[in-house]
C-alpha cells in the first residue's frame, strides 16, 4: 500500500470489501437478466458500431475513497435506482466530449485525466446501447444534482449493486468491490 494516502489505505485493507467482493461472486450474478431480453450478446456483439446508441459513464473517487453517485429522478428509466454519472454520446461528440459535458450538465463539475475501464453492450428497455465506463482520476469544482436530482459521496463498502441499472452492476461488481480502482488511480 506504499504511495496510497492513509484514508485510502485503510479503505484498501477493509475486510468487508473483499467479503462483499466473495458474496458477490457466489451468487454468480448475470448482470444482462435484468435488461429486456431483445438480443443476445452475440447479436449485441455483431450490431456495427454507428448502428448503437453510445453511452459514458464516469467513476470518480474523493480522497477518502467514496465514489460520486446520483440517484435517478422519478418518471425515468430505473428511477430512483443509483448511477454514476453520465449520459448519450450526440452524434457530433467523442466520447471524451461528451463526458466532460454530461460532467458539467449533471453535476456541475469539470473532469480531468481519465480513462476508460469497462464497456459493454446491452439491451436497454427500448434500444441496445453500448456503455463505456471511465475511471476519473481529477476533477474540478464540487457536485451537485444540476438537474434536480440527488448527488452524494457513497462509501465503497456500503455499495448495494443492486440498487443500480444492470448495466452497471457488472462494473460494481468486478472493478470496485475488488478495489482495482485504488491502484489505476495511484498508479501515474
Known amino acids: 500500500m506504499e504511495g496510497l494516502p492513509q484514508k485510502l489505505e485503510n ?7 473483499s467479503q462483499s467482493a466473495t458474496s458477490l461472486e457466489e451468487q454468480h450474478i448475470n448482470v444482462v437478466d435484468g435488461a429486456n431480453p431483445f438480443l443476445s450478446q452475440e447479436e449485441l456483439d455483431n450490431i456495427p458500431d454507428h448502428q448503437i446508441r453510445h453511452v459514458v459513464c464516469g467513476v470518480i473517487f474523493n480522497e477518502y475513497g467514496q465514489v460520486l453517485v446520483s440517484r435517478r429522478r ?29 460532467f458539467e450538465e449533471e453535476v456541475g463539475i469539470t473532469v480531468a485525466n481519465f480513462k476508460p475501464i469497462y464497456d459493454q453492450r446491452v439491451n436497454g428497455s427500448s434500444e441496445p446501447f453500448h456503455i463505456y465506463f471511465y475511471l476519473i482520476k481529477d476533477f474540478f469544482g464540487q457536485p451537485y444534482g444540476a ?34 480502482y485504488l491502484n489505476d488511480i495511484y498508479r501515474r
Open 11 to 17: 479503505i484498501f485493507t477493509n475486510s468487508s470489501l
Open 147 to 180: 438537474e434536480g436530482q440527488d448527488v452524494f459521496w457513497l462509501n465503497v463498502d456500503e455499495i448495494d449493486y443492486n440498487r443500480f441499472p444492470p448495466a452497471t452492476q457488472l462494473l460494481i461488481q468486478n472493478f470496485i468491490l475488488t478495489n482495482e
Open 74 to 102: 422519478a418518471g425515468v428509466e430505473y428511477a430512483n435506482s443509483l448511477e454514476f454519472p453520465g449520459g448519450k454520446v450526440e452524434h457530433h461528440e467523442t466520447h471524451e466530449q461528451a463526458l466532460l459535458r454530461e
